[in-house]
């Protein structure tokens, strides 16, 4: 079973950052629930160990959403682990 790469986001943003679930959607803006600067190069880092996927912290500071994010990570997995 495939988990997608929305759902590993926010999983990783509650277990992690200590994030509220109720707070996250795609649309969320990533500033807006509390992802910075700081936190960037750690949420990339996570995203490399959970889903062995390169995204650099200036890259997550471009994206505007918690669906970008996932969107970008999507387009970096390998075709077999994709979910369209």
């Given at each position: 079973?495939?988990?997608?790469?929305?759902?590993?986001?926010?999983e990783i943003l509650v277990d992690e950052f200590q994030l509220c679930a109720e707070d996250l959607s795609a649309d969320a803006r990533c500033?807006?629930?509390?992802?910075?600067?700081?936190?960037?190069?750690?949420?990339?880092?996570?995203?490399?160990?959970?889903?062995?996927?390169?995204?650099?912290?200036?890259?997550?500071?471009?994206?505007?959403?918690?669906?970008?994010?996932?969107?970008?990570?999507?387009?970096?997995?390998?075709?077999?682990?994709?979910?369209?």
């Amino acid at each position: 079973m495939m988990i997608s790469t929305y759902s590993v986001l926010t999983e990783i943003l509650v277990d992690e950052f200590q994030l509220c679930a109720e707070d996250l959607s795609a649309d969320a803006r990533c500033g807006e629930v509390g992802l910075d600067s700081l936190t960037a190069a750690e949420l990339a880092g996570l995203l490399r160990s959970r889903l062995g996927v390169e995204v650099q912290d200036y890259e997550r500071l471009e994206l505007p959403t918690l669906g970008d994010v996932a969107a970008l990570v999507e387009t970096r997995l390998p075709a077999d682990q994709r979910q369209g």
